[in-house]
């Protein structure tokens, strides 16, 4: 089983010694905003090989969850993905249980690859949020 905690403590150390070992390029913050039911973000356009910490807040009134992965196709929406599945696709997430109403939590992740224009996107996956628009698409240049 993917330990999703012990990762980010991984993230967090790997950045640290990234940091101390200088001539990094600084990370640049990305603010998103979750509510019922939308996605907003400072940015869409996004780099490769640049640094991003996803600061999310969850503005909404019930559990959110965060997710950069591709747009899931009406067939597989309608093969109702489990949450395994979906986790397999995502490059970056953020589970409910650390976004509860009201709070923020933040995901670094960098780019290594682009993504032309309907290839990539911000979703919650939470059951019937993306049905219901939860999504937002991103491209990577
Ligand atoms: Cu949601």
Redesign the pocket.
Known sequence: MFNFGKFVVILVVAGLLLTACGGQQPVTEVQIT?T??GIESSLTDFERGVPYRFVVTNA?S????FMIMPPLSADEMGMGMDMMGLDEMALAMIEAADLPAGATASYDYTFTEVAPAGTLEFA?H?PG?YEAN?KLPIIVK
């Open positions: 979750l019922e039911f909404g019930v559990e959110h969850e919650c939470t949020h939860m």
